[in-house]
């Protein structure tokens, strides 16, 4: 699927404690603030996430993280209030053409995490994926990921869930019955 360009202006997301966090899509050019991101996560934090150990991450991975075509491949980056070009989480789907199923993944700057932050991102998420066709998003999560499991179940959505090894296979229903 051809890329496309969302133009679309930042949306304004107001937080439980009244702080307003700009919202928009990520674009190719967030290469750097990225990887200026990454920097600032705990290695808990990218354990959690990554499974393991990444101690900066690569121009490869920030570049395919940053481009996205819109349908198949999307993601929504919040922004610092104080400082409108550093990022402080994204939320993103990644599905195969033609499924019905895509990959969910979250990653929130720690000093915003338990905010509210990465609930509010992902009913965002899931109303643009849902437009796309997208009726399930599936999602790998360590057992010890209490705030990735939290959220998932803050959805209010149907879940299905497996366990391997250390790790729990959650897969959420977008489309309620």
Do not use: C
């Amino acid at each position: 699927m051809a890329s496309r360009t969302d133009n679309r202006e930042p949306d304004t997301l107001t937080l439980p404690e009244g702080i307003e966090v700009s919202v928009r899509t990520i674009k190719p050019d967030d290469v750097p603030a990225l990887k200026r991101f990454h920097s600032r996560l705990s290695e808990k934090t990218v354990y959690l996430r990554f499974f393991g150990s990444m101690k900066e991450l690569s121009d490869k991975k920030a570049k395919y993280f940053a481009h996205v075509d819109h349908v198949d491949h999307f993601a929504l980056v919040a922004l610092d209030p104080d400082e409108p070009d550093e990022i402080t989480a994204i939320v993103r789907y990644d599905r195969e053409s033609g499924s019905e199923r895509a990959e969910y993944a979250a990653l929130i700057e720690d000093r915003w995490q338990g905010r509210g932050l990465g609930l509010h991102l992902t009913h965002q998420l899931i109303d643009e994926a849902r437009d796309k066709g997208v009726r399930f998003f599936y999602a790998l999560v360590m057992r010890e990921n209490r705030r990735m499991l939290n959220l998932l179940q803050a959805l209010d959505l149907p879940e299905r869930e497996h366990r391997e090894d250390n790790a729990r296979y959650i897969e959420v229903e977008l489309q309620k019955e």
